[in-house]
């Protein structure tokens, strides 16, 4: 069973539409992260929950609205996307209980146009 | 705020090559350390961790220190096979336990 996954994989969309990318994991963790990786590979974290609360919110725009309807799910939804939004985006999870090792999902392909 | 940074940025070695691959950070109140491997058009393997009281973790081929007096974690890989070549990347985690990540180190193991 997949640890930490992640909906959909790829997705192509324009320019001012809205798109959300679901996570989910079934680890029992505690804490949940949204890392936005670039063109260039860099992995930067955008949002990290801890039992459905927000603890950490970097500089990201607000089109970017995280949802965790429970401990087990962190969705991101992007308002009106933009074409420097195209990335890749990764899901993850980890808990105190595991040392703090962070899982992470197989990342969704985000293609604007 | 952490910073991390990996050099080399890329690596290209023949099979069967001991190599080191370097990772430092600018926070020595580091909680733990994390190496991974991201394959092309994948996510990324947890490799080893280093909690901040441990000074090495072994896995197989693999040999991770971790030295918070000097900002620096190294990642051993012992006789490199092509099946290793990857992109690695070492992660910091801090007070806020939230992992940052440096750039990575692209290797190419050549048969």
């Known amino acids: 069973d997949t640890a930490v996954s992640q909906t959909p994989k790829y997705l192509v969309t324009q320019m001012g539409n809205d798109k959300s990318i679901k996570c989910e994991q079934n680890?029992?963790?505690?804490?949940m992260y949204w890392y936005k990786q670039d063109s260039k590979k860099f992995l930067k974290i955008m949002f990290s929950?801890?039992?459905?609360?927000?603890?950490i919110n970097e500089t990201v725009p607000n089109r970017f609205s995280p949802k965790s309807p429970d401990k087990a799910h962190l969705n991101l939804h992007i308002n009106s996307l933009e074409l420097g939004d195209s990335a890749v985006y990764f899901c993850a999870s980890s808990s105190p209980g595991t040392g703090n090792t962070i899982y992470f999902g197989e990342g969704s392909w985000l293609t604007v146009v | 705020k952490q910073e991390v940074t990996q050099i080399p940025a890329a690596l290209s070695v023949p099979e069967g090559e001991n190599l080191v691959l370097n990772c430092s950070f600018t926070?020595?109140?580091?909680?733990?350390l994390q190496w991974f491997r991201q394959d092309p058009g994948k996510g990324l393997t947890s490799l080893l961790l280093?909690?901040?009281?441990?000074r090495e973790q072994t896995s197989g081929r693999l040999n991770a220190s971790l030295d918070k007096s000097s900002g620096r974690s190294t990642l051993y890989i012992a006789a490199s096979q092509p099946g290793d070549s990857a992109t690695y990347l070492c992660a910091g985690s801090g007070g806020s336990y939230i992992p940052t990540f440096g750039r990575g180190t692209s290797l190419i193991v050549h048969p």
């Open positions: 926070d020595s109140a580091i909680y733990n």
């Open positions: 929950y801890n039992n459905k609360e927000l603890i």
């Open positions: 680890l029992g963790h505690d804490t």
């Open positions: 280093i909690q901040s009281s441990q």
